[in-house]
């Protein structure tokens, strides 16, 4: 009887093929349960069995982070899809963990509404923003995923279904495991079902902004983010050799924004302009729209040497720290994009040698650090992964560590996929 | 020496800090022990048995670790402002006072961060950072007393947490002590630390996962507008319903408050607010931002309020006239003293949809039971504070009080709601917890109590009804050199 077999009696379940590696690491089937029971049921005859489990939404995000050591069973949640609830005179949404985000903001758009949350990744899934808390330039408007998501279905490793939080937007009652199990890469549980809060739709949007010189940028972004002209994103966009560019976005009533726009433009400078649409990096992971392509062809179709992947990292400082961590990045020929407002920025380094790869992680996270923030290498080929330190130095570890030890004392959800190997 | 449950005793912890911390500070009096015996909640009362007045990181550090080191019991405190026992002390426990660390150690507006010790009040952290445009978001009502310690614990909101979160969004880092002894740090100053959002866990724990010993929190930019208004309804159901047309017309205030006509004449009582004669409810909305948005928002408003049947609209644009009409509903819960010998102050929320019909089901209630029930409510998120009046010197009548006070947390319960907004579970609510949560889920949040404090001395006895045991796991703290030891766990 093949595992195949074995796990179809819980849910539909095939063999796994190449294309169904976690980052490099074969799996031995492919589990696709359309409900919190059936994932439960799934993830009991897996712990039963001491088999590893990856989760996985659409996938775009899934080889982030380390590879992880073993993987039996990818979990899709493509077929727990539905919008559960949208309860309109609330502004708040459940949809299951597979709804896609396009999908998502299409269903709840038609009420004027929308979750607040850029797609960097193009293709998420509300599990996979979660998993990831993944977020782009309008986290400068209403925060991260971490502060949207009210409240989830999860399944701990054992099938055990649990409930977090709610569905109303002001609840302290027990402690938030909403913001514990956001950003865990699947480690912890697998969630089935997610409650976020809707934001209106602004009915006019301008983007403010252009190229400026180096040495006037600190204090470009320091006007910017201290705009009583509320600004809903302030990002920043370099490429090694030119002048970085910056993009505010104004959201609000027609006259309103306009009216914002043309004063925050006048603050700018010269160079800058309103826009009625933003600038082609805007909302995009750095790299592939960037001659970067993540094959190690570059923009020419020529291919690199020694073939790579695309290097990618978040690396974090505080606000003021910003433009020193831009230069840094840049100058070890990285593509920065990234949130400004918030500091929180988005690398692309070059296919290079695993020696190159390595000192430009050192040197970025040697800034972040003492800027306050961090740097993860969220991408990388085997060779540059093999050469660097993924997560950097991680606060309390080990009591992440202990965590984990008692939401999967087995460790089958995503071993060694997070920090410290977790 | 310990006794058969594996606990030590106050007496062992109090000598350990005889050596690190003066005498004048461990009090053990029972006169001085009685001062702590409530917080802000003071039908449930216990006199400690020992409390520490810590002056810096460096002792409150010490006190967790000698409880930790003899299991001890501890509970945390600050301000002492909190409104669901969550700071009651343990009789056979420690008491430790994070009142005295008020050194509020940097703003640093460029950077949109302060960072400041736990006993800081809430509104102090505001006050120092205006002069460069900035302030701490969070607003509890006690925000003139309560300390970021305690708004950390209870994950604090206000009146304007609508439009602006609570205190969850706006803690980057924090440097804790652990029940354990451990000192960790954290998160990072800037968002998206690597690893699990431990922030995110901690904040609002209720002081059962440690004790923050120094936090990291946003400032946000002070706004270039601020517009208040007020607008008497004959009822209720107008001021909800326009509160329903300014949310479906896509406007987020900073707030939307609305007081009930016995709530208005409690507020009337106390500080002659000048609240509208005759008025069945009052809306306070708050637009705050850009100057331009803000003045369309207004307009926008106003309408509303008039469609909906407002009768007297008056509106604050200087701060002067503003205080003017919050005073009345900054005042409302000490108002209720006015009107009434003995109230309870609940804090429940429900989807704002289900707003109309929950209030209607407390009128039927209050008229049923033959309690009165005043209405203060956050109405933009939902989050309720009925005021249960009544009598204790009537016979039954606490009894009856408690009873309606029950059945409004039900209703919120079955409306989709919670039961509490803001207040926290404390010892007022564990008893309510498995109303709103299964076995299951419940003993998933224990797993992270679990990790945080195996031995769970820290604020035992709260949030909920019957802790998991956790399993039997190396304890941290032991030998003679814990602060080594634990040290050497930071360093990488």
């Not at chain 1, 089937?29 to 989760?55: D, H, K």
């Not at chain 2, 909906?308 to 644009?317: D, P, Q, S």
């Not at chain 2, 679990?450 to 032991?478: H, M, S, W």
């Amino acid at each position: 009887m093949t595992l195949a077999d074995e796990l179809g009696s819980v849910c539909p379940v095939r063999d796994a093929g190449a294309d169904d590696a976690v980052d490099g690491v074969l799996p031995q089937v492919v589990a696709r349960p359309a409900s919190t029971e059936e994932t439960s049921a799934l993830l009991r005859a897996c712990s039963g069995r001491g088999l590893a489990v990856v989760v996985r939404g659409n996938g775009s995000k899934l080889s982030w982070g380390s590879p992880p050591e073993r993987v039996d069973v990818v979990l899709e949640t493509g077929a727990m899809d539905a919008l559960v609830e949208h309860s309109r005179g609330d502004l708040v949404a459940t949809a299951g963990a597979g709804m896609p985000l396009a999908r998502l903001q299409q269903q709840v758009g038609e009420a004027g509404h929308q979750l607040v949350v850029d797609d960097l990744a193009a293709g998420s899934t509300l599990g996979g923003l979660v998993a990831t808390n993944l977020a782009g330039p309008r986290r400068m408007w209403v925060g991260a995923p971490r502060d949207l998501v009210l409240g989830m279905r999860l399944v701990r490793a054992d099938g055990t279904v649990a409930k977090a939080g709610g569905k109303v937007v002001k609840n302290v009652a027990g402690y938030d495991l909403s913001k514990l199990l956001t950003g865990s890469f699947g480690t912890l549980a697998v969630v089935t079902e997610v409650t976020v809060r809707l934001h209106p739709v602004p009915p006019a949007s301008h983007w403010v902004g252009g190229a400026v010189p180096s040495d006037r940028l600190p204090g470009v972004l320091a006007a910017l983010v201290a705009s009583q002209l509320v600004p809903h994103a302030v990002e920043v966009h370099a490429t090694p050799g030119a002048d970085p560019s910056v993009v505010a976005l104004v959201s609000g009533t027609e006259a309103g924004a306009a009216a914002r726009a043309e004063a925050l433009r006048a603050e700018l400078g010269p160079g800058a302009s309103v826009e009625a649409a933003p600038p082609a990096w805007w909302g995009h992971l750095p790299g592939r729209r960037d001659g970067l392509d993540t094959d190690g062809l570059d923009a020419a179709g020529a291919a690199a040497s020694p073939p790579a992947r695309t290097v990618l990292l978040k690396t974090t400082s505080r606000l003021s720290g910003i433009p020193a961590l831009v230069e840094v990045a840049t100058a070890h020929g990285a593509t920065v994009t990234g949130s400004a407002g918030t500091g929180v920025l988005w690398a692309a380094l070059p296919a290079r040698t695993p020696q190159e790869v390595a000192d430009a992680v050192d040197a970025v996270r040697r800034t972040s650090v003492d800027l306050g923030g961090s740097t993860v290498v969220l991408e990388a080929g085997p060779q540059a992964r093999s050469a660097v330190d993924t997560w950097g130095p991680v606060p309390a570890v080990d009591l992440m560590r202990r965590v984990k030890d008692e939401f999967d004392p087995t460790r089958i959800l995503a071993p060694g996929r997070f920090v410290g190997g977790l | 020496m310990t006794d058969d449950t594996g606990r030590g005793t106050v007496r062992q912890v109090l000598e350990d800090l005889g050596d690190v911390i003066p005498a004048s500070r461990l009090l053990t009096d029972p006169a001085e022990l009685a001062t702590y015996e409530c917080d802000g909640l003071a039908a449930y009362r216990v006199t400690p048995g020992l409390v520490v007045l810590a002056d810096d990181a460096g002792e409150l550090t010490a006190a967790v670790r000698a409880c930790a080191r003899h299991r001890v019991p501890f509970v945390a405190r600050g301000s002492g402002t909190g409104l669901s026992g969550g700071a009651l002390p343990h009789a056979d426990g420690v008491l430790v006072v994070t009142s005295r660390l008020r050194t509020l150690h940097a703003i640093r507006a460029a950077d949109q961060r302060a960072v400041v010790d736990p006993g800081v009040i809430n509104l102090q952290v505001s006050k120092a950072a205006n002069p460069q445009g900035y302030y701490f978001a969070p607003d509890p009502s006690s925000q003139q007393i309560c300390s970021i310690g305690g708004n950390v614990a209870e994950n604090s909101g206000g009146a304007h947490c609508l439009k602006y979160g609570f205190t969850a969004n706006h803690v980057l880092a924090l440097d804790v002590v652990l029940p354990t002894g451990e000192e960790v740090t954290l998160g990072t100053e800037a968002p998206d630390a690597p690893g699990y959002d431990l922030v995110g866990a901690f904040v609002g724990s209720e002081g059962t996962l440690g004790v923050a010993t120094r936090a990291v929190v946003r400032l946000v930019r002070l706004p270039q507008e601020v517009r208040t208004v007020l607008a008497g309804f004959r009822s209720t159901d107008q001021a909800g319903a326009a509160t329903s047309a300014i949310i479906a017309a896509g406007i987020i205030p900073a707030a939307i408050e609305i007081m009930d006509a016995l709530a208005i004449e409690a507020a009337e009582k106390a500080v002659s607010a000048g609240y509208p004669a005759g008025a069945g409810a009052v809306l306070v909305v708050e637009l705050d931002g850009a100057a331009d948005e803000v003045e369309h928002e207004y307009a926008e408003v106003e309408r509303i309020c008039r469609d909906a049947g407002t009768f007297e609209l008056r509106v604050a644009t200087d701060a002067a006239d503003r205080a003017e009409i919050w005073k009345g509903r900054k005042s409302a819960f000490a108002a209720v003293g006015r009107i009434s010998p003995d109230y309870i102050v609940q804090d429940g929320v429900v989807p704002r949809t289900a707003l109309p019909e929950v209030l209607r089901r407390m009128g039927e209630i209050s008229a049923e039971r033959g309690v009165r029930v005043a209405n203060v409510f956050h109405a933009g998120d939902g989050n309720l504070h009925p005021l249960v009046l009544f009598d204790a010197s009537e016979e039954g009548a606490t009894e009856r009080a408690e009873e309606v006070s029950g059945m409004i947390l039900d209703l919120c319960i079955s409306s989709g709601g919670s039961i509490t907004g803001e207040h926290g579970v404390g010892s007022d609510k564990a008893r309510y917890m498995p109303r709103m949560f299964t076995d299951d889920d419940l003993d998933t949040m224990q797993l992270v109590r679990c990790a945080f404090d195996p031995d769970g001395i820290a604020n035992p006895g709260k949030i909920y009804p019957t802790p998991r045991l956790c399993g039997e796991r190396p304890r941290v703290v032991q030998g003679a050199h814990p602060l080594q030891q634990a040290g050497l766990a930071e360093v990488f």
